[in-house]
């Protein structure tokens, strides 16, 4: 009797988590998509940045693939943590400009530790009022417009539109990406680990040196 009962206890429980993961796929799968869109829309705006300065096309993302993930997860943070302010725009962006510089200060502290090399650095001297070249107020304040405008006016926008597609496809879409994400990550990774001792005397943004060596890596794959 005891076996029977702790049997049916346990399917029950199952049962009742099996359906609340079916009920949170689809957020889970939407907050995934507005994540890759928003590390894509970081990575054009890192590109376009570059560009305008030095006329150089690179990849200012530390993955392969057209995106920065950085602005994805501090997108998607303040959107999970924050996005209930979206009516009080005001607290949204002195919140936004405080987490995307926690954020951004960690991520980049992380990066150097792990890989021994800046992604991007603020320590010129017209950059005033930086910390350890890490955060800088200027795009501290940036990034609090940009995550205000993109959960008060973007987001209900993408949200639709995602809603509108076929569940089966989005699904699939989902997978897909999320696969090559991965993928991305573990590849990309690798080379740049062996990249360290290149790097890890480089101060300033080192990314067009990252980038190369990481395009090396690749051609050596296909040679």
């Not at 079916?22 to 998509?33: A, C, D, G, P, Q």
């Not at 350890?132 to 539109?161: D, H, Q």
Request: proline share 2%; net charge positive; glycine share 8%.
């Amino acid at each position: 009797m005891l076996k029977k009962f702790l049997y049916e206890r346990r399917m029950k429980y199952m049962k009742i988590i099996t359906e609340k993961i079916k009920e949170n796929l689809n957020t889970i799968i939407e907050y995934f998509l507005l994540f890759i869109l928003y590390s894509n829309l970081g990575w054009w705006l890192e590109v376009l940045i570059f560009y305008c300065q030095t006329g150089e096309f690179i990849n200012r993302g530390f993955l392969i693939g057209p995106y920065c993930s950085i602005y994805g997860f501090g997108c998607m943070f303040i959107t999970i943590f924050f996005g209930k302010y979206k009516d009080r725009p005001i607290k949204l962006f002195v919140l936004s400009v405080i987490w995307s510089s926690i954020i951004e200060y960690t991520i980049g502290y992380i990066m150097e530790i792990i890989f021994g090399g800046r992604w991007w650095h603020y320590t010129d001297a017209s950059n005033l009022f930086n910390l350890n070249g890490r955060v800088w107020i200027v795009t501290s304040l940036m990034f609090g417009i940009l995550a205000t405008l993109l959960i008060t006016k973007l987001e209900p926008l993408l949200l639709k539109l995602i809603r509108k597609i076929p569940k089966k496809f989005i699904n699939s879409v989902a997978t897909i990406i999320i696969t090559i994400y991965v993928i991305d990550i573990v590849f990309t990774s690798s080379i740049v680990v062996g990249a360290r001792e290149i790097v890890e005397n480089i101060g300033n943004d080192c990314t067009t040196i990252i980038s190369g060596h990481v395009w090396d890596g690749i051609e050596k794959i296909f040679e």
